[in-house]
């Protein structure tokens, strides 16, 4: 079954062809385009929600004509497709769930919904070497944060969730905090490489808490009192408040990580989302788990951002367990606000 994927959720349009026919998912995807916005979005320091939809609307069709010709296939050829249906911003999910309904409608295929996370948490299986079910999922995605036990599709259990800012929520307003380019969470990654993360004694919200749970909002508060009792912040000090930041932020997630396996006692974690590029969490999350003797999975960089390619395959996942859904008429939804937990099925 050929799938087509669309991504809208946020400020990257993503569109892609998946042959579930294909036995290796690792080769089933066929083709895949993906357009940022984040240069648009620069000048404002953020994303602005009304700017991202619009984009949203003019690129869709012409990523899709993109991936059909690279695929050497036709619309015709489309037998289901795939939407992120949330979480994310309203008005861009709007945008793709609108274009990938009428589409479907006009040429009378099913839509899928997905939710944008597992997307990301099913993204590594696209690897050469994928993993297999059960797995702990580590997602640090946007304004999530969360620890999965995961069995099988559609069955994923809370671990552990953020009780405040995400991840890259503390990554990204920590940046600016510190006058980095948007971007944030890259920005600082890269400064963080010049500086000493012994530099400032910062904080490691929640690691002794007793449970999965993360905190970073206090991490970030952090980080602002201690530039404030530095005075004049050169680039040598945003360095190393930058690295300083990220060395606890990473810690927090690795410890939480290995309390995951502990407790489920499984061998393999998979770690997906933007923050999953982070090269000293790659770095330190790789280690750790070897010296437990279990396996540590990430997606490639290029699944590590939004994009079509993991919700085409989540979309053929699913199809693969449930069936193809029934064809309908053009009404349709969004989930601006989608717990992961809640789309499981029982195991």
């Known amino acids: 079954m050929l799938v087509l994927g669309i991504e809208s959720s946020c400020d990257e349009t993503g569109v892609a062809l998946y042959d579930s026919a294909v036995a290796d998912p690792a080769r089933a995807l066929l083709s895949h385009r993906l357009h940022t916005q984040a240069a ?3 000048a404002y320091g953020g994303v602005v929600p009304e700017l991202a939809s619009r984009d949203h609307i003019r690129r869709l069709l012409p990523l899709l004509e993109g991936v059909l010709e690279d695929a050497g296939r036709t ?4 037998d289901a497709i795939a939407v992120t249906e949330g979480p994310g911003l309203v008005g861009a999910l709007l945008v793709g769930t609108a274009f990938a309904h009428a589409l479907a409608f006009a040429m009378k295929i099913p839509v899928i919904g997905i939710h ?3 997307g990301h948490l099913l993204s590594p299986l696209m690897s050469e070497d994928p993993p297999s079910f059960p797995f702990v999922a580590l ?3 946007g304004g999530h944060t969360q620890l999965m036990h995961v069995t099988g599709v559609g069955q994923y259990a809370m671990l552990g969730e953020t009780v405040d800012d995400a991840a890259g929520e503390a990554f990204d307003k920590t940046a600016k905090l510190l006058g980095l380019p948007y971007p944030g969470g890259p920005s600082l990654a890269r400064l963080a490489e010049f500086g000493d993360d012994q530099a400032f004694a910062l904080p490691r ?14 991490l970030k508060t952090a980080v602002a009192t201690a530039a404030r009792h530095a005075g004049n ?11 300083s930041f990220q060395r606890a932020a990473v810690d927090v997630l690795v410890a939480k990580s290995m309390s995951a396996l502990k407790a489920t006692g499984s061998k393999r974690l998979v770690v997906a989302g933007g923050v999953g590029a982070n090269r000293l969490l790659r770095e330190e999350l790789a280690a750790t788990v070897a010296k437990r003797g279990a396996r540590v999975y990430f997606p ?5 951002t939004d994009n079509g390619a993991m919700i085409a395959l989540a979309g053929a996942l699913r199809i693969e367990r449930d069936g193809p859904p029934v064809a309908h008429g053009l009404g349709f ?3 601006p606000r989608w717990a992961l937990d809640a789309i499981a099925s029982p195991s």
């Open 40 to 42: 648009m979005h620069e």
């Open 75 to 78: 619309r015709d050829d489309i």
């Open 116 to 118: 944008h996370l597992e």
């Open 139 to 141: 997602l640090v995605s």
């Open 205 to 218: 919200p929640m690691l002794h808490s007793g449970n999965l749970d993360f905190s970073f909002s206090g």
């Open 233 to 243: 912040t050169c680039d040598a000090v945003k360095a190393d408040l930058a690295a």
């Open 300 to 304: 490639a960089l290029a699944w590590c």
């Open 333 to 335: 939804g969004v989930r």
